[in-house]
């Protein structure tokens, strides 16, 4: 596990900061930290021209609006075939255009003597590609080739690229084209954008066996602003169905892995407006707890913590939810969190406790938060007439609060057990 991150000037979770209402989504947008994310972000966005500028970003409700306008985007459908190149510069522009118009008789000259590309495999490079033998050559083809040559497979390949991802032979070569030296920054960026533009194909290649492998090296590779940001407009509209799969909930552990913190932020605060559905869905309970393991101590995951400590009620009784109740309490060891998460359940400790799943939840609790906060559980349970139906369980806590009088006097929290067990055990 990574070390919890101290920073003077940024809280990791500011609704744990005084003032704050523990009830209340916090407005991360006004976090410092976020601010000056979002403001290089929008910068770069609009940079690129992918988006509109209708408001004006300067002023108090910037953050605000530039959130909006991040989510707008995301939302406007997916790109054209060519958009991400053409808005790195002129000279992708040049690029683009090129490998569009391949395949009329002036790009001949790409194929002849001395080239990577013979003849006989002018229009079967898609053939190649999903055969056995056959895609090894054509992967040293992109290792080995010259730019326009490269340029060449592109045109042949890239309206098949989705029908690639998933081919048992065909991924390699798709994953080729972003771990080869001699592929340029345009060509890698032509190849984004013919992936990414449709939103659909993009979601069946995240949740396949072999896709989920092409889309995971491609966020893994791509480490530019502008590439981290194409992918992010691309993967947040569906980042709650990829979550909730085997396979697709992978893409998005590597998006927290390999973002930018500012980029992964909008990812994490997506499963943080759905984290009721995400965590109580048996592969999305696993995706939240890998990503914060991932992110653990930075303040991207702020909204997402908050949410589940809000819904500990809730999650706690469910069969996938409280194993995300039971990530934070056990493995995060934030003090300040685990205390709001037993501020939350109280009241409901009786029925937690004889409940199959939040049982764990009660547990952990009792096991890893500081004795004071403890004492509010057992003193619920050992007043309450209810817990104690279930037995002779009273009498047998009752008999070991006592057995441990001399540790328990030391402190203001085991006092307040020591008299609550004092007074059930003279009843009993």
Do not use: W
Not at 275 to 284: H, K, Q, S, V
Not at 315 to 324: E, I
């Amino acid at each position: 596990m990574a070390q919890f991150l101290n920073h003077d000037d940024v809280h990791p979770y500011p609704f744990l900061q005084e003032n704050q209402n523990p009830t209340t989504v916090t407005n991360y947008q006004y976090h410092p930290y976020y601010n000056v994310g979002m403001q290089n972000l929008v910068s770069r966005m609009e940079g690129l021209s992918l988006m509109s500028n209708p408001y004006n970003t300067s002023g108090d409700h910037s953050d605000r609006l530039l959130q909006e306008r991040l989510i707008t985007v995301s939302d406007s459908g997916g790109y054209s075939n060519d958009v991400i190149p053409k808005r790195i510069h002129n000279e992708t522009r040049h690029h683009i255009n090129v490998i569009n118009s391949i395949g009329s008789t002036s790009t001949s000259a790409n194929i002849g003597h001395g080239s990577v590309i013979a003849p006989y495999m002018r229009g079967r490079l898609v053939s190649m590609a999903m055969d056995k033998s056959e895609c090894l050559s054509l992967q040293q083809m992109i290792e080995e080739g010259t730019t326009g040559e490269i340029n060449t497979i592109i045109s042949e390949l890239k309206n098949h690229l989705h029908l690639l991802i998933i081919h048992p032979y065909g991924n390699y070569v798709v994953q080729k084209f972003f771990q080869a030296s001699n592929v340029t920054t345009v060509q890698v960026y032509a190849i984004l954008s013919f992936i990414i533009r449709d939103t659909q194909k993009l979601k069946d290649a995240c949740i396949d066996h072999n896709g989920t492998r092409v889309i995971q090296k491609i966020v893994e590779s791509v480490q530019t602003q502008e590439g981290m940001l194409a992918i992010l407009c691309a993967i947040r509209p569906i980042t709650v169905p990829l979550v909730k799969t085997d396979k697709g909930r992978y893409v998005i552990q590597q998006c927290v892995m390999h973002f930018q913190p500012v980029y992964k932020k909008v990812i994490l605060d997506e499963m943080a407006r759905n984290c009721l559905d995400i965590a109580r869905n048996e592969f999305g309970c696993r995706a939240i707890q890998k990503c914060l393991d991932i992110a653990e101590g930075e303040a991207a995951t702020s909204q997402l913590v908050e949410e589940i400590v809000s819904k500990a009620v809730i999650l706690a009784q469910d069969p996938f939810g409280n194993y995300v109740v039971q990530f934070v309490i056990q493995e995060m060891k934030v003090v300040a969190v685990n205390e709001m998460i037993i501020s939350r359940l109280q009241g409901y400790y009786v029925a937690l406790s004889m409940n199959k799943y939040a049982s764990n939840v009660v547990e952990k609790l009792l096991q890893f938060s500081n004795p004071v906060d403890t004492a509010i559980i057992v003193v619920e349970l050992v007043y309450s007439p209810e817990f104690f139906n279930v037995g002779p369980l009273q009498k047998r806590l009752c008999k070991t609060i006592l057995s441990r009088r001399r540790d328990l006097e030391s402190n203001v929290g085991g006092k307040m057990v020591l008299k609550a067990a004092e007074k059930s055990s003279f009843h009993v």
